[in-house]
């Protein structure tokens, strides 16, 4: 039976779903976890590589290549470690979709909403925030056509590449939260906490290309935003809520960008 004693606030108190790694019957050792936790940014940095190499974009013998590896690649990667590392398959952290993980995912997309637009109007009163990597191809000199057809490439790519998103931050929350709980006797509920700092710090550093290092910006407004995803996670333990939260919250600010650009040109 699966050690679920000392549940989470946040988790359901009657809930047949179990987390992948966490809550397997037989868990992994020490080293695997460590071993996992090394690598799963690791994978995941393979797709910020090609952000960072400076290229002719017209050239498509190198651009599209390149923009197969930061779409795809860490997926790919994050998939077959957990194949063959955790021993977890990405079905384990998927479930259908019921009413009560709408509701959940609604409430936690708002909050995540609200503390975003609040934390952004406290950062920008220090500092100049940075343009997000995709919001910065609205701000260029480009016809209605052009913004349109960005929009939709940019959308299509981030249905993969903030899948992968949540899997590196999901991964290294319930990676940390075992070590805690399985072997440095913490309590389930402290372990998911620990678990959850650890995803808001490296989830934050991640963005450090999107960002230009601004810091307030990658921890303070992208790291926090962790707390609601993996919140909505661990309530529902289903990896489409926290994503189509994630999925929503981008998309919705890349068309107010270019809403809001078409508008003013």
């Known amino acids: ?22 809550d397997d019957t037989q868990p992994l050792s020490q080293g695997r976890l460590w071993l996992i936790a090394i690598l799963t940014p690791l994978l995941f940095f393979v797709g910020i590589v090609p952000q960072l190499i400076d290229f002719d974009k017209d050239n498509m013998l190198l651009a599209l290549p390149l923009q197969f590896v930061q779409t795809f690649a860490p997926l790919i990667l994050l998939a077959l470690m957990l194949r063959y590392l955790a021993k977890n398959t990405l079905k384990t952290f998927f479930h259908k979709i019921t009413l009560k993980d709408f509701f959940a995912g609604i409430i936690a997309l708002t909050l995540a909403t609200i503390y975003s637009s ?12 940075a343009d997000n990597g995709g919001a910065k191809a609205f701000t260029e000199n ?49 372990a998911l906490w620990i678990g959850t700092i650890v995803s808001i710090i490296v989830f934050g550093f991640m963005h450090f290309s999107a960002y ?54």
């Open 212 to 265: 230009d290092w601004h810091i307030a910006q990658m921890f303070i407004i992208i790291g926090m935003s962790r707390l609601f995803y993996n919140g909505v996670y661990i309530r529902t333990k289903n990896l489409w809520v926290s994503y189509l939260c994630h999925f929503a919250w981008d998309t919705v600010i890349f068309a107010i960008v270019m809403i809001a650009h078409f508008l003013n040109s």
């Open 142 to 190: 480009v016809s209605p056509l052009q913004m349109i057809v960005v929009f939709v490439i940019t959308t299509i790519s981030d249905a993969f590449s903030l899948l992968s998103e949540e899997l590196l931050a999901i991964i290294l929350m319930l990676v940390f939260a075992t070590l805690a709980n399985k072997y440095w006797h913490v309590s389930r509920g402290g």
């Open 1 to 22: 039976m699966n050690n679920t004693e000392g549940k989470s606030f946040l988790e359901r108190k009657n809930d047949n779903r179990v987390f992948p790694i966490l």
């Open 118 to 129: 609040v934390a952004e109007n406290i950062v920008t009163m220090f500092s100049t925030v």
